[in-house]
């Protein structure tokens, strides 16, 4: 609805009808199972759907494609690109290819790590093998994060080498 607003908005300026067209601050939605719109102000959103539009979407298309952050996670099971994605994640073997490893934790694992020319999987075998240099709190959430088992071995992966999901579930 704000998006709809600031492209009449644009073309009544463009049209140069400002004079004779004006878009309220009010936005409405009717349901079918009421006579009357749902009304809701717009003044809230409409700054920050600008900002994006004008800002920081602009940026986002001036870099390079190769250089988007990615991650699959639950959220990509029903994208068309998903096959890609995987088949990307596979050739470059990223993190993404760590079973229930969110988009979050795993910008925070690339954070942490020391990137080689290797693999983000590589970068991360050699971050749990020296997890001892990391303070105590990065080593507390890196061992939950990737769900250390008692004999300080990630079950995720372990997943990942075995192409097998073996996490208990936590009651």
Not at 89 to 110: D, F, N, R, Y
Request: glycine letters at 2%.
């Amino acid at each position: 609805m704000t998006l709809y607003a600031i492209f009449l908005d644009h073309l009544i300026k463009v049209n140069k009808q400002q004079d004779n067209i004006e878009i309220d601050v009010q936005g409405g939605v009717w349901i079918p199972s009421d006579p009357e719109p749902k009304t809701f102000s717009l003044l809230f959103m409409r700054p920050i759907v600008e900002r994006f539009m004008l800002e920081e979407l602009p940026a986002i298309l001036s870099k390079p494609f190769k250089s988007a952050e990615w991650h699959i996670d639950g959220a990509c099971d029903q994208c068309e690109f998903l096959p890609r994605c995987r088949t990307d994640a596979e050739s470059q073997k990223t993190l993404s290819l760590i079973p229930l490893l969110s988009k979050k934790s795993a910008l925070w694992i690339k954070a942490l790590v020391s990137p080689t020319s290797r693999s983000e999987i590589a970068d991360l075998e050699d971050l749990v093998k020296s997890r001892h240099k990391l303070s105590v709190p990065q080593q507390t959430s890196l061992e939950d994060i990737l769900r250390f088992d008692g004999r300080g071995n990630s079950i995720l992966l372990e997943s990942y080498r075995s192409r097998k999901l073996k996490v208990k579930k936590q009651h």
